[in-house]
Nanobody
Framework: QVQLVESGGGWVQPGGSLRLSCAASGRIFSINTMGWYRQAPGNQRELVASISGSGITTYYRDFVKGRFTISRDNRKNTVYLQMNDLKVEDTAVYYC????????WGQGTQVTVSS
């Protein structure tokens, strides 16, 4: 059974940084594109960034370009999201999942940006 466990969220002031981690198990990790998503209260879940299985190709939504960096360590079956210059509007629960065929969603990790 595939499991995704996100961690690293927390509270931070605007302009601060956080590094999220997502550990995957139960599926061959290195051949799969992975994505980070987020869902703010009252909003649909949206893609934030993605990374190819090799880690060579990355994609970012415009609203995080230049601030967030996605990376992965296939030896550890883990994908990361480095978030810098956080804004209040980045507040959300962050999730990871495979792309294009997601599995059951994990519990996510809460990121709260406020002063």
């Amino acid at each position: 059974q595939v499991q995704l466990v996100e961690s690293g969220g927390g509270w931070v002031q605007p302009g601060g940084s956080l590094r999220l981690s997502c550990a995957a198990s139960g599926r061959i990790f290195s051949i799969n594109t992975m994505g980070w998503y987020r869902q703010a209260p009252g909003n649909q879940r949206e893609l934030v960034a993605s990374i190819s299985g090799s880690g060579i190709t990355t994609y970012y939504r415009d609203f995080v370009k230049g601030r967030f960096t996605i990376s992965r360590d296939n030896r550890k079956n883990t994908v990361y999201l480095q978030m810098n210059d956080l804004k209040v509007e980045d507040t959300a629960v962050y999730y990871c999942n495979f792309r294009p065929d997601p599995v059951s969603w994990g519990q996510g990790t809460q990121v709260t940006v406020s002063s």
